[in-house]
Structures are given as C-alpha cells and as structure tokens.
C-alpha cells in the first residue's frame, strides 16, 4: 500500500471536465487546420496532470482553452460548473509560460505584487502577501533585487510566485523549465512538488518530456498530432513524496516506456 495515496484519489471532486473540444485554425493559404479533436478529460480538484506531446500536438493550445485565453471551435469546458471565462473573470487562474516575463525595471518583491496592485488588493495587506510568496519559493534574500541579477532557475521561482500570489484555485503551466539546464531543473521539480504540497492546488502542466511528466504528475495526458487527440490518459503510481532517486528504479522506467509505447503517430 501507497505510504502516502496520490491526491485525486482522497478526493473525487471533479473540478474541470473537458467534453468533446476540438480547435481548427487557418493556416496562411486559408485551409482548416485541426489543432485538437474531441478531446475529453475529467481533472480532480487537487491533481497534477501533465499534457505530454511533442510540438504541434495541440498540448499548448487546450491549457489556453482552460485558461480562456483561446475559445474551442466545438466541444465545452467547465471549471466547478462555470465557463472558463467566468473563472478568468474571477481571478482563479495563475499563468506560469516558458518565459518568467518579468519586468526589468521593478525589484523581484515588485514583480510579485504587479498583479496584486492590477487587482485593487490592500496596499496594506500587499507586503505581507508578497513575503508569504517570497517564503513560499525560497527567495527572501533576493527581495530586492532586479531580475537581470537572478539565474534562470530563481527568474522562474519568480513567476510561479506571483501566479500564486493571487490565491488561484488553478495553476497552470506552459513548458515552465525546458529552457533550463538539467541541474537547474531538477532543482525546481523538487521545488515545485512541495509547493504543490503545500499550497494543494490544481496544477495542469505541459511538457514534452517524459521523465519530467512521471516524476511529477498523478497523470499523465498524453496527446498525439495530426490532428491532436488524447490517445492515453496514464496513472503514475510512485508513491509521495517524489524523490529524484525515484528515476533510478525499474518501475519508473517501466513507466516511461509505457507512456513513450502509449504515444501516436511519431516520437517524442
């Protein structure tokens, strides 16, 4: 028995249900272009779930259905019985990209709270969310200083910050360390995992790395191009807390060959 049960199974909450999406987009001589077909995927409250696929499989394109930065062609999506519009509109998204995109010009405490100002929250309520971030991501010493004085690793601790910073109840996350070094990214798995641990959020997180996706998630969305379709939705049964000594068994690897085997239409 598991020492300690993954999430989605001490809490049967389904928050988002995904339900026949499809995405057709025009490509540059104006023909149909099917990014996504009849996907559908029920999402726990509290789950990791990984969206793995190599590029064009439409991995990024559902996280920004979800995020209602994008508007299916067919198909719904609800998130605890409301439009992702409506979510949006009640702040309940944090967004991390690839790219922290900070602002040079403010300190990193100031990066954090840019959103918070955006929202009207209480200036005097602000310094004390912003240092719980700060604590949360391990970067209290670095308070002050400006983003061109961080590594890569410590810019993106920034983003997750300030995307945690206004409480959402859905984290989601675009390819947030493939431009960092392998040392780098481990780091920020570990990081990222007692985050999630402590914080209990739902976290949607897109990657095309394999490994990356059974070392952190409870399960894996495994998306196939042309046209993108779900073609496996994969249980990661590693008991957590996670370690990074958990790559070196049999049954990790086990995993791995049977998400790379569950995959359609190419390699990853």
């Known amino acids: 028995m598991q020492e ?56 990024t394109t559902l996280l920004r259905i979800i995020a209602d930065l994008q508007e299916p062609t067919t198909g719904t999506v609800r998130i605890n019985g409301m439009t992702p519009r409506e979510v949006r509109l009640q702040q309940k998204f944090g967004i991390v990209f690839q790219s922290p995109v900070l602002l040079d010009w403010r300190t990193v405490r100031k990066n954090i709270e840019l959103p918070l100002e955006i929202m009207d929250y209480d200036p005097k309520k602000l310094p004390a969310r912003s240092q719980e971030m700060l604590d949360l991501v391990g970067l209290s010493k670095f308070a002050d200083h400006y ?6 690793g410590m810019q993106q601790r920034v983003g997750i910050a300030r995307a945690l910073g206004m409480e959402p109840e859905l984290l989601l996350m675009d390819e947030p360390f493939s431009a ?17 641990s402590k914080t209990n959020k739902t976290i949607i997180f897109v990657t095309h790395n394999i490994q990356e996706a059974v070392l952190l998630s409870d399960r894996i969305c495994v998306l196939s191009p042309h046209p993108g379709r779900l073609s496996a939705v994969i249980d990661v049964d590693i008991d957590r807390p996670r370690r990074l000594e958990d790559r070196d068994t049999m049954h990790f690897a086990e995993l791995v060959s049977k998400v790379r085997n569950s995959f359609e239409g190419g390699s990853l």
Not at 54 to 59: E, N, Q
Not at 180 to 196: G, N, Q, R, S, V
């Open 4 to 59: 300690m049960k993954n999430k989605a199974l001490m809490n049967d909450d389904i928050q988002i249900k995904i339900n026949h999406v499809g995405m057709t987009f025009k490509d540059n001589q104006g023909n149909d272009v099917q990014a996504l077909k009849d996907v559908n995927l029920d999402i726990k409250k509290g789950e990791f779930i990984s969206l793995l696929g190599p590029s064009g499989c439409g991995k």
């Open 180 to 196: 960092l070094d392998e040392f780098t990214k481990e780091k920020l798995h570990m990081d990222l995992l007692d985050i999630w």
């Open 147 to 152: 983003p061109k004085q961080l590594s890569g």
